[in-house]
């Protein structure tokens, strides 16, 4: 097995050298980079990191947990923090905590096993013990939240403005006529959800619209959840409209609409928080709140990476923006309502 000094040998340069063009930490000219890498394929030569990490104690990894990586806004959300990571030489490790705290925690232990340098968390509902969570950043591991700040830690955090996203979906529904518009939320335990709940009752308070709680149905942003939320809502309420807080209970809602006899958006108006990409292959196309998913990861991650270099500046609380994309999934027929621009 080849050598770094065999390396520098062949290259004609320092074992310093060939470590800088290594790790990309000190920057080195065009040339003599690729005349070093030339003779590190040559030779097939792979740095020992292990070694390395004991040396410098960083082992360049970070651990992102996410609580659902079979939602597709996921995915893209942690394709942005590898990025991220991939820029700064830093390896990405992802683990799904199917949305259970015991799981989390059982994540948590094997990151730490494995002295990852930090950590992006996508909170899992939490059962109220945070205690892995203060025990890795006792322990000098910093984390950063995203998508799901945690206000019992202060932590750095990238989130979305939740409220503002959902006030002005259901604002777009009261603006088409609906009145009797349902809401299928994420489990209240969760911050997220209840920004969106907030915003949907801001929404029609301004309105003048009384505030009905049976026309709330609590989901697990699950496709299963909003099936069974939506059942209700549909079978005891029959609202006109209903706004899903995320896609996946979004593909249950059109389910129950489906198996009620009913149609969207003739008989039933929907509007989703999230915009995956089968928000327009469907028929028809769902009007949704889209969010800077991959921004999402990769702001996250620089924030990590920041925090690892310099952990001792202020924290940070980014918060992005959404977007509202009208489609016909919540256009009514009616020739007196509002002439959208509908979005591409």
Same mark, same amino acid.
């Given at each position: ?61 970070? =651990?992102?947990?996410?609580?659902? %990586? *079979? ?7 942690? $394709? +942005?923090?590898?990025? @991220? ?96 518009? =349902?809401?299928?939320?994420?489990? %209240? *335990? ?7 709940? $907030? +915003?949907?009752?801001? @929404? ?141």
């Amino acid at each position: 097995m080849p050598t770094i000094k065999e390396v520098a040998l062949r290259a004609r340069v320092s074992v310093g050298t060939v470590s800088n063009v290594m790790s990309g930490t000190v920057p080195v000219s065009e040339k003599l980079r690729l005349r070093v890498m030339k003779i590190v394929r040559d030779l097939d030569y792979h740095p020992n990191h292990v070694a390395r990490s004991l040396k410098i104690r960083q082992t360049k990894m970070l =651990g992102m947990v996410v609580s659902d %990586l *079979t939602n597709p806004f996921f995915p893209q959300v942690v $394709r +942005g923090a590898e990025d @991220a990571a991939w820029q700064h030489s830093y390896m990405l490790l992802t683990f799904n905590s199917d949305d259970r705290a015991e799981r989390e925690r059982e994540v948590f232990t094997a990151l730490r096993a494995r002295r990852v340098d930090g950590i992006l968390l996508v909170a899992a509902s939490t059962d109220g013990d945070l205690s892995h969570i203060r025990g890795a950043v006792d322990a000098g591991i910093p984390i950063v939240c995203l998508d799901r700040a945690l206000e019992a830690i202060p932590l750095d955090s990238v989130t979305v403005d939740n409220f503002a996203g959902a006030k002005a979906c259901v604002q777009h529904l009261i603006d088409s006529g609906h009145e009797r518009i =349902g809401i299928i939320t994420g489990p %209240l *335990t969760l911050e997220i959800a209840r920004d969106r709940l $907030r +915003g949907y009752r801001k @929404a029609i308070d301004a309105a003048g619209i009384h505030f009905n709680p049976g026309m709330v149905g609590e989901g697990h942003f699950r496709v299963e959840g909003g099936y069974e939320a939506a059942l209700r809502l549909l079978r005891e309420r029959r609202p006109t409209a209903v706004f899903s807080c995320n896609a996946m209970m979004t593909l249950g809602l059109l389910r129950a609409i489906g198996e009620c006899g009913l149609r969207c958006p003739e008989d039933v108006a929907v509007a989703t928080f999230d915009d995956p990409v089968f928000s327009e292959a469907l028929r028809p196309r769902l009007t949704s709140v889209a969010q800077p998913c991959y921004d999402l990861g990769f702001k996250a991650a620089e924030i990590l990476i920041n925090r690892l270099s310099e952990p001792g500046i202020k924290r940070t609380q980014l918060v992005l923006q959404t977007e509202l994309r009208i489609r016909e999934s919540s256009i009514s027929r009616d020739v007196n309502a509002p002439n959208y621009a509908l979005a591409p």
